[in-house]
Structures are given as structure tokens and as C-alpha cells.
């Protein structure tokens, strides 16, 4: 491979799952030196910091780069965000955050050692990501996109200490399930205006829609089992109407795609995507939040190449 940089770079947000990422580093960095492996790691020290770093990286070189981001999703997004004005980056994971679903839905390594293998053997593909306009900011997201009781959710689990002592034991994705029950009960829904490729509707007593560029969300929930990361397109679900207990319910058919046969959860493909909330709504990318009540999105085909394993 003549035109490939031999050295992995390796961002590492130490704060990322109550600094599991810093013990997952340290696992990671063992079996590099063990294995002789040519390695460079730098450190975030604030939000925004894994996007500089990866410019930095990208700008010193035109040969391809593998970039690893060592944190969850929101690091993970950080890195692609940076990495979309390089044609030659090839970005990569090590799950250390609380969600992992790029790992889980994209990615798809199981543990340590076997994504090492795979960032050494340079297994990639390139694969579509999503563009997305707020009032306030434009950027990139690769996992989903969503308005409403999701980005709720993942603004109140961003500074919940509950999320510190569920990542303590390993166990970080059950805050959004706890988190969800909470805003069960205040959450309210309004009305959405949702436009797919043209075709306009309102939705009303919404409770959120999500873009999805890959199955899983909010830690492994499989939001979306028909999503492709190479179609050129996005999934749309909309989940409306449903009774504060009732949606209970949905939630748990989520956790393996069931709710896509029930009443009032809606589902399109399409490659542009608005969403307007009439009433006040977060909005969501990757898990952090972007803005609130409107937003555009279309799709990137084959924008950015990822180290995946097929």
C-alpha cells in the first residue's frame, strides 16, 4: 500500500464514558507496543478539540490516514466532522463512550483487539453520512438525527450524574432507559411539520422523529433495522399519538426493531429531509445537540471512508 501513511493516529477523549477511555487506552496502547504497531495518540482537553486535532492531522499529509477515535459518539462525530474536507481520511473507533453505536451499527468490532486487527488491516469502505442546517450551525452527522423526546433525553443524560455512576460499572446505556421513563411523564408532544423528498405533511402529538443513517440508537436501540449505510438514502421514523404509557411500550420494541409494525410509528426513505416542531423541540446529532425546532438534512453518498468490518 505505497500511498498509505504506516502510522495509526489515535484521538482519545479522556473524559468520554467516566474515563473508561482512558483504561481502554491503556489496554489498546499495550498490545500496539507489543505488537510493534506505529502509533501517535493525542489528547482532547475540551469540547470541539477531536475536530482541531483531526484537521491538524489531515492537513500535514495527502497520503491515506487512519484516525481513530478512542471515546463514544460524540468523539467519534467530532472526528468525522474534521475529516470530511480530507479525501484521504480513514476514520475508526475504540468504544469507550456510553452509547457506542457506531461501533455497534457500523464499525460492528466486539471488543479491543479484534478492531485493532482491523484498523491495522485498513479494511475499509466509503459509506454515506448525513448534512444537516439548523437556524444556528451546519455540520455532518453519521449515526441519526432527531427532534423530540430523543434529544431530550440526550441533553439531560449529557449532564445527568447518573451516567457517571452507570458507566462506573460498565453499564452506561441504561441511563437513557431510566431518563426516558423520567421524561415519559413531562415530555410534551406537539405537532411536527415532516417533509421527505418533496412531500409534505403534519404530524401531530409527536414525540419524536429520527434520521437515521444506521440501525441503532440511544445505546443500542434498533431504531431503524432496515437502514443501509450505502443506498444513498436515510430513514425516517416517526413516532406519534401514543399515550404516555403506551409508548412505554414502543420503547421496548425498539430495543429489536418490533415497533415498526405498530400503529402510529411511521417510516419513509428519502435523501432530503426537513423537520419544523411548532411548538419548542431539541434537535439531535450523534447525541449532541444542534439546536432546536428546525432543521434540514440531506444525504452524502460515499462521503467518508470508515474501517469496517463486513
Known amino acids: ?105 457500523i464499525q460492528k468490532t466486539k471488543d479491543i483487539e479484534q478492531a485493532l486487527r482491523l484498523f491495522q488491516d ?57 431518563l426516558f421513563v423520567k421524561q415519559l411523564f413531562t415530555y410534551k408532544p406537539g405537532s411536527m411539520e415532516l417533509i421527505v423528498d418533496g412531500k409534505h405533511q403534519i404530524l401531530k402529538n409527536i414525540w419524536f422523529i429520527v434520521i437515521a443513517n444506521q440501525p441503532y440508537f440511544g445505546g443500542g436501540m434498533k431504531i431503524s433495522p432496515h437502514s443501509k449505510l450505502d443506498d444513498g438514502r436515510v430513514n425516517v421514523i416517526a413516532v406519534h399519538d401514543f399515550p404516555r404509557l403506551k409508548l412505554l411500550a414502543v420503547f421496548f420494541t425498539v430495543l429489536w426493531g418490533g415497533h415498526l409494525n405498530m400503529k402510529n410509528v411511521d417510516s419513509y426513505t428519502g435523501k432530503m429531509i426537513k423537520m419544523k416542531n411548532h411548538h419548542s423541540a431539541k434537535i439531535q446529532a450523534d447525541g449532541e445537540i444542534i439546536g432546536t425546532d428546525e432543521v434540514s438534512a440531506k444525504v452524502l453518498k460515499a462521503k467518508i471512508r470508515v474501517l469496517i468490518k463486513d
Request: glycine fraction near 10%; aromatic fraction near 8%.
Open 122 to 178: 485498513n479494511a475499509h469502505k466509503a459509506i454515506d453520512i448525513g448534512q444537516y442546517e439548523t437556524a444556528d450551525k451546519g455540520g455532518y452527522f453519521i449515526n441519526s438525527l432527531g427532534m423530540g423526546i430523543d434529544a431530550e433525553i440526550a441533553a439531560e443524560a449529557d449532564r445527568s450524574p447518573l451516567k457517571k455512576w452507570f458507566n462506573i460499572v460498565k453499564a452506561g446505556k441504561l441511563v437513557y432507559l431510566i
Open 1 to 105: 500500500m505505497p500511498n498509505l501513511d504506516e502510522t495509526l493516529y489515535f484521538i482519545v477523549n479522556p473524559l468520554a464514558g467516566n474515563e473508561r477511555s482512558m483504561k481502554v487506552w491503556d489496554k489498546a496502547e499495550k498490545m500496539l507496543k507489543t505488537n510493534a504497531v506505529p502509533h501517535q495518540v493525542f489528547f482532547t482537553a475540551e469540547k470541539g478539540h477531536a475536530l482541531r486535532l483531526t484537521e491538524e492531522i489531515l492537513s500535514r499529509t495527502n497520503r491515506d490516514t487512519r484516525i481513530i477515535a478512542v471515546g463514544g459518539d460524540g468523539t467519534i462525530n467530532e472526528m468525522m466532522n474534521g475529516a470530511i474536507p480530507f479525501p484521504h481520511a480513514i476514520i475508526g473507533s475504540l468504544a469507550a463512550g456510553s452509547g457506542n453505536d457506531y461501533v455497534r451499527g
